[in-house]
């Protein structure tokens, strides 16, 4: 081990969400936050050399942040079967810096951005709180892996005597 190298890093997470009630039928949710990383690598050059070159110093920075926003629609019991719709959607952007000085005998920055935004919308049924449906989807655009479109299925049951709950999604 070389008693001169160090690492150093530092970590935010937060994030602060809302609800708004508008009427009985209807909640209005909106939630930002993110989280940001750093690190810092040194070591320097021993006398004599452990490796030929200047000192190496490796700088990173990752930073997250989102927002998202869905309406929940709450439509009253007809025949004991009671429908949910939520709808939203959501944007989030990652940025990613590192700085090798010298990587290696050079340095190399990078410096890389991407970001997603999101639609997304889901139906939850359930039937005397005995049976569950949920179907929906997710529609994203990001400029890591282009349009993505992701359904889901799933359906829940309760066994009357033993309160079993059954489950199986798509």
């Given at each position: ?118 639609g997304y919308g889901e139906l939850q049924v359930a039937w ?43």
């Open positions: 081990p070389d008693p001169h190298q160090s690492q150093e890093s530092s970590r935010f997470v937060g994030s602060l969400g809302v609800r708004y009630r508008q009427a009985p039928w209807l909640e209005h949710r909106f939630k930002i936050g993110g989280n940001t990383e750093t690190g810092r690598f040194s070591d320097p050059v021993d006398v004599p050399p452990d490796f030929p070159g200047a000192d190496t110093i490796n700088k990173t920075t990752e930073n997250r942040l989102f927002f998202d926003y869905n309406a929940v629609v709450s439509a009253p019991k007809v025949l004991e079967i009671a429908p949910t719709l939520v709808v939203g959607a959501s944007y989030e952007e990652e940025h990613f810096v590192q700085d090798n000085n010298p990587a290696f005998g050079a340095p190399n920055p990078t410096d890389e951005r991407r970001h997603t935004w999101s005397r709180d005995r049976i569950f449906f949920n179907g929906g989807g997710r529609y994203d655009d990001s400029t890591a892996f282009g349009e993505a479109f992701s359904p889901r299925v799933t359906l829940a049951a309760v066994v009357p005597v033993t309160e079993t709950r059954l489950h199986g999604a798509w």
